[in-house]
């Protein structure tokens, strides 16, 4: 499970399509394998289409963690042919950033938002040479929007400050720039935190501090969503990005984080002893 993220290659431009990286590791090279694997995943998803203002995905190989993405997605009408602000992990350290070019995958090409990343990037520095280097949390979910939302564009934003602070000060920055343009979460534009849940423990770890403090956050009460982060301290990635996205949709009137679905790398590998917890939420 553990895979080292390769960087892109260094002779593209700014503005140059962000190529895929982890294609042929995180999800399949070429286009058939890519569109077979996604539609398994959404084949064996049984729910209703709620529209949500955001969901709650994971990042990981999607032999591990696709089929958990794929019911979040599946609560969105496949229609949705708006904006996906998508808010992603840090997982280097690097700083807080949005960027603008297009993301290329096997599927065909994803493209950028410009009109809400410039109202953004007055609030939150944009610098497309950050998020083109070594990270999954934005790549992996290019595939499930180029697939059933061909005509979605996007708002790409990596959290490198994870704290509450942090989180705060992303939503507060997409908050301001959506209604600048007059923009509402779930009519044009749906929040996707990126996060994985706890990181190489056993399951029974894994599965009792994930969804206890994920729980913290039903009612969207940030405070006790990070006291519960700091009792409990999991290994998850992506909490400030979940916290983000409850912020944005609570402005916009959502009212839970509601869970939809939790498994773990060892319901696909079949070892149990060190997992990692993918965790499907709406926000609703």
Known sequence: MIQKIPEEESTVSEKSPRLPTLQGMFYPADAAGLSTLLA????ATVTSVSNPKGIVVPHAGLI????????SYAKIDSSFDKTFVII???HEGYATACADFAWETPLGTVYPDEEFIDALSSHLPKNNALLRRRENSIEVQMPFIRYRFPKAKVVPILIGDQSFSGARRVAEAVIAAAEALGRKAGEDFIVIASGDGSHYVPKDVAEHDDLTVLAA????DMTRFYEALETYQPSMCGYGCIAAA???CSHFGAKELRLLTYTTS???T????EVVGYAAMEVI
Not at 40 to 43: D, I, K, L, P, T
Not at 217 to 220: M, T, W
Not at 270 to 273: F, H, I, N, R, V
């Open 40 to 43: 398994s995943f959404f084949n």
């Open 64 to 71: 591990y963690s696709g089929h958990a993405a794929a019911v």
């Open 88 to 90: 992603g992990t840090g």
């Open 217 to 220: 956050a039903k009612n969207l």
């Open 246 to 248: 409850c912020e944005i």
């Open 266 to 268: 060892g319901d696909v």
């Open 270 to 273: 079949g070892d149990y002893s």
